[in-house]
């Protein structure tokens, strides 16, 4: 069974700051990963997907690694913003059985202005 | 813009009613829809994969009579929490994948509904 875990579980930082959020799953047999940002009562916005064959990806001042061997992926947000401030999910697709995604609990990240 | 539009966003309801939330995809035809099911500091829990024309398939523990998914269109998916009671309530997201883009593409999201049970 897919396990995954996010650290830290909550992040405050000052506005400007460098950032990584970590997510590490248990199971490698993955198709891909992807990483969700979440404001308080709404819904999921996609960041970044990477593709199992791929290692990082980038968009914007967002960039995500993905080491499956060794199930774990890092997300990089670069000078931080207050706008910024949310729940931050990664998920995995698994490749048996009907494709299940599992999600972590996510962190959760607060920037400072 | 949104790409998956969940309606309602809020809904309070009596304990003993039932409430439908409704599901689109707006800019693809989505055989398949995922309803999941978010606790408070708890990560989203999968309730079942909606299919289109077919019976959905629901995860292990999650009753089927409780919540009702009816995939009537490629476009629309509903998820009917029938009898609801305190407990039911949640914040349900439901997601679909754009077929276009392969079996791995991305995953894009509702809004969510938040349903509170009195």
């Known amino acids: 069974k897919q396990e995954v875990t996010q650290i830290p579980a909550a992040l405050s930082v000052p506005e400007g700051e460098n950032l990584v959020l970590n997510c590490s799953f248990t199971?490698?047999?993955?198709?891909?990963l992807q990483w969700f940002r979440q404001d308080p009562g709404k819904g999921l916005t996609s960041l970044l997907l990477?593709?199992?064959?791929?290692r990082e990806q980038t968009s914007g001042r967002l960039n995500a690694s993905l080491d499956k061997s060794s199930g774990r992926s890092t997300l990089y947000i670069a000078a931080s913003q207050p706008g910024d401030s949310a729940t931050y999910l990664c998920a995995v697709r698994g490749t048996g059985g009907y494709q299940k995604v599992t999600f972590g609990i996510g962190t959760k990240l607060q920037v400072i202005p | 813009g949104a790409v998956v539009s969940q309606h309602p966003s809020r809904v309070i309801c009596k304990s003993g009613t039932s409430v439908k939330i409704e599901c689109r995809s707006l800019?693809?035809?989505?055989?398949?829809m995922f309803w999941y099911r978010q606790f408070p500091k708890k990560s989203l829990m999968l309730m079942a994969t909606s299919n289109e024309g077919s019976k959905a398939t629901y995860e292990q523990g999650v009753e089927k009579d409780k919540f009702l998914i009816n995939h009537a269109s490629l476009t629309l998916s509903t998820l009917t929490v029938t009898s609801a009671h305190p407990e039911d309530s949640s914040f349900y997201i439901c997601s679909a994948r754009d077929p276009r883009q392969g079996e791995t593409g991305e995953l894009f999201f509702g809004e969510g509904s938040r349903l509170t049970v009195l």
């Open positions: 199971d490698s047999a993955i198709y891909n």
């Open positions: 800019d693809f035809q989505a055989t398949t």
């Open positions: 990477i593709q199992s064959s791929q």
